[in-house]
């Protein structure tokens, strides 16, 4: 194969390449936006008297809207969402350039889901979320251990489902959104819990609605950014290679 | 053999492969259904723009399954002509139908078909059940069942059983005359049909096929286009009667640039329906019962169980009749007529079904008449 050809593959693996990184983000952009609106405008409901809403119908409804972000914009099943997963992803792979793609798109994903709740419950609902908050934990490091858990589980079970039992396509997302509902009913009561939707919740705050105020800064950074983390590297580096050891 | 899954265990190992092959080859159709459901999570507690969505879904979801009944025998003929000039003949006479019944029935695109008992009021509140009944129906028409969009969408907005008796039983006694009808012109007339259709047609055919699917176009519309505009306002006003006519007409656009949807496959497969002269015979058949039940009451009904009932007894009287040709077996022939019957009842279920769980009215009758 003389040089010419070799230098147009390559540039063509190349294109296709950026193109494919391309697409990715998009749909981790419209996924992090579909997600992150449906996921308020469920809880919104949840609050408002008017829509008669259980708990059991809220807690599928998040999962229905995991479904729906990951499955409507691509085909792929590459969609994360949530940067815990994506954490624990690009470890796996041992290739951070996934980090620079698709936090990025996430954060924008997300702040957009916002704006789109924020004008719809303008509107509608006129729903403060801080009220779903059901209880209250005035234990702020029982607090900070329950979103550990629940990044940890949530990467856990994406671990488990799209990696271990191979299960990539729209069966393991069918898997995955049900885990979600689960995850979400059992830990979501808990005020300042944001493990499911971090970035959602963070642009709630910044946008003026302030489910975090009156709270020290460095507990805001434990609980909602660092604490996760631990927790997702926890998963990766401990508890993951017993599984695959006891596996073998 | 496929790895085992839970799913495979649960639903069987070939019925799991097949969906999965559907899941692949449709995946860009469901994504855009799994769209429209997040759409109608979104919007359906806000009427004012729930009944343009829900109006949206529905017109969609009757052009992909329920006009070709009636275009689709035209389409299959009309296999040579330039997409636009049968969109432009289809699309017109749409428009100078409904608008006919705009003008005449105090802004009622639905030919009176909603003053009858049941469907009187307009919606004031939806469901999210009511809005995603359209895209329910979409989804059994990919998958190439017959069902009927008057069942689909009618009977989640029925205030009580009592309109969905009334549309059954009208529709049921649709289905037992068209098939009569049918049989009897079909094996009465085998010898002068078969005679018709022998060598090459003569132009003229041509023309009479236009006019007769253009009658059954309209006759069509007077009963169905009560199955789109149930989400709208009983009277429209002078915009929305051109946001609905306008919608309705691009989407055929649609329909005839893509030459008719999946469903088409199910008029191609029975026998001549091809040959224009057949087509027209069929046409005029069907557009005849249209009629005669248009000026029997107003009660809407399903042309998906005529259309059905007709192809049927049409199918019968072919394998009966010595005159005729036919391209399979006796076996085959009722193995047919009862694969379209299981659809059309199947059809009837979930919309019953989606009717109880929307409407607490029918849930109430329900459980009286069930004595709890």
């Excluded at chain 1, 405008?41 to 729906?68: C, P, Q, W």
């Excluded at chain 1, 041992?94 to 719809?120: D, E, M, R, Y």
């Excluded at chain 1, 006129?126 to 234990?139: A, F, K, P, V």
Aim: some cysteine; charged content about 15%.
């Amino acid at each position: 194969m003389s040089n010419q050809s070799k230098n147009k593959q390559v540039s063509l693996r190349k294109m296709l390449k950026t193109k494919t990184v391309l697409l990715n983000t998009l749909a981790e952009l419209i996924a992090s936006t579909i997600f992150s609106s449906l996921y308020f405008i469920f809880i919104s409901r949840y609050l408002n008297e008017k829509f008669h809403t259980d708990y059991v119908m809220l807690s599928f409804s998040v999962g229905l809207a995991f479904f729906a972000a990951v499955y409507i914009p691509f085909h792929t099943y590459r969609i994360h969402i949530i940067p815990f997963i994506t954490l624990i992803t690009s470890l796996r792979r041992k290739n951070p350039f996934i980090l620079l793609h698709k936090i990025p798109a996430q954060i924008v994903g997300a702040f957009l889901g916002v704006l789109i709740f924020n004008t719809i419950n303008e509107r509608t609902t006129q729903i403060n979320i801080e009220n779903y908050q059901l209880i209250n934990l005035n234990d702020s490091s029982l607090l900070i251990f329950i979103n550990t858990i629940t990044a940890s589980l949530l990467c856990y079970g994406f671990y488990m489902i799209r990696v271990l039992f191979k299960s990539k396509q729209l069966v393991g997302t069918v898997y995955l959104s049900l885990f979600f509902s689960v995850l979400f009913a059992a830990t979501s009561f808990f005020a300042n819990t944001s493990a499911l939707n971090p970035f959602g919740y963070l642009f709630y705050d910044l946008l003026g609605n302030q489910t975090i105020k009156e709270q020290a800064i460095p507990f805001i950074f434990i609980n909602h950014i660092i604490a996760p983390i631990v927790g997702v590297l926890l998963i990766f580096y401990y508890i993951k290679p017993k599984v695959l050891s006891f596996k073998k | 053999m496929s790895k085992l899954s839970l799913a495979s265990q649960i639903i069987g190992e070939k019925r799991y492969e097949s969906l999965l092959l559907f899941g692949l080859q449709e995946r860009t159709f469901l994504r855009l259904l799994a769209a429209f459901v997040v759409i109608a999570a979104i919007f359906y507690p806000y009427p004012r723009v729930a009944m343009w969505i829900g109006f949206m879904f529905a017109g969609y979801s009757a052009i992909a399954n329920d006009s070709i009944q009636t275009i689709g025998t035209f389409i299959s003929s009309n296999s040579e002509q330039k997409w636009w000039k049968l969109w432009l003949w289809i699309g017109g006479i749409f428009v100078v139908t409904v608008l006919y019944s705009w003008l005449m029935y105090d802004g009622d695109v639905s030919f009176q078909r909603l003053t009858s008992k049941g469907f009187s009021e307009s919606p004031t509140e939806f469901h999210f059940l009511q809005i995603i009944a359209p895209v329910i129906l979409l989804l059994i028409t990919r998958l190439r069942m017959p069902v009927s969009t008057t069942f689909m969408l009618l009977s989640c907005f029925s205030a009580d059983a009592s309109g969905i008796i009334g549309v059954t039983q009208k529709s049921l006694m649709g289905y037992g005359l068209s098939f009569v009808v049918a049989m009897l012109v079909w094996y009465l007339l085998a010898g002068v049909i078969n005679k018709l259709t022998q060598g090459k047609p003569h132009p003229a055919w041509r023309i009479a096929q236009w006019i007769i699917s253009g009658w059954l176009w309209s006759m069509w519309i007077t009963h169905d286009a009560a199955n789109i505009a149930i989400f709208l306002n009983r009277s429209l006003t002078l915009t929305d009667f051109i946001i609905f006519a306008s919608f309705i007409f691009f989407g055929l656009g649609i329909l005839f640039y893509l030459r008719g949807d999946k469903i088409q496959k199910i008029i191609t497969e029975k026998s001549q329906m091809v040959d224009v002269r057949a087509a027209s015979v069929i046409d005029l058949v069907y557009a005849f019962i249209l009629f005669v039940f248009k000026e029997w009451s107003n009660i809407p009904m399903s042309t998906t169980w005529i259309f059905l009932g007709l192809l049927g007894g049409r199918e019968l009287a072919m394998q009966l009749s010595k005159k005729a040709e036919t391209n399979r077996s006796m076996g085959g022939t009722i193995k047919m007529i009862l694969r379209d019957v299981g659809f059309a009842a199947l059809g009837l279920v979930i919309s019953v079904a989606l009717a109880i769980a929307v409407n607490v009215n029918i849930q109430n009758e329900l459980k009286v008449y069930l004595g709890w």
